[in-house]
């Protein structure tokens, strides 16, 4: 069941949402080689403190940490360790809060130190598919124009789009309804209506689409252990089109 949010409710939603950006701005701002996720997650959990509100992540069906820090073919769902990141890795930030009783999710891919131009076309790429399919996100249209529009650009470019983890609806729940793959028809699917709030989030490898779960029930990685990117926003959908609430600044 899709829930359609009042207007106080999407106010709600943008301040967990911009809080969500910028504690991502200042994790991005502290991503450098010899850092470890360990410390971006420890970070992540001590701005939540001073912003007064709860990390979403953390305890979410058992998952221990605050953060979600993915790195090189690491999809998503990285665990934080104590590994030093080093220069040309890339690592995936997705995170959340609980403001009042809504939930913000958002993530950036960046890049540590100096990667190569094909890694940075990965990354260009990924970030491109996630505004084509917000630029979908439009009262009207079909929830399978936003997941076509992504998956064009990904496959345009050469890249595969992930199958097996999709974006969400986002609210009181950190996962509602729908379901958002990134990759269909246009035309298809469910029809887009004002207040409805979908985090949009193209996970997209450089290799094929095929993933797998590490042991630790978390970890999901690239089957041939090639390069994956992702970016995530949460858009509330409007009369005036799409708004995204978590855009950083």
Known sequence: MVILKLPDEIE????????VAEILGQLRERVRPGVTTRELDELSEALCRKKRVKPAFKGYRGYPFALCASVNKEVVHG???DRPLLPGDIVSLDFGVNY?????DAAITV???????ETQRLLRVTEESLY??????RVGN??????AAVQR???DAGFSVVRDYVGHGIGRSMHEDPQIPNYGMRGRGIELRSGMVLAIEPMVNEGSWHVKVLPDGWTVVTEDGKLSAHFEHSVAITEN??????RIR
């Open 111 to 117: 890049p540590v130190g100096t990667v190569t131009a």
């Open 142 to 147: 079909r929830l399978g124009d936003v997941s």
């Open 100 to 104: 009042k009783g809504y939930f913000g």
């Open 12 to 19: 709600k939603l943008r301040t967990g949402n911009l809080i």
């Open 241 to 246: 089109g799409p708004d995204i609430l978590s």
């Open 79 to 81: 665990m934080p360790s």
């Open 132 to 137: 084509d399919g917000i630029e979908e996100a």
């Open 153 to 155: 650009r990904v496959e």
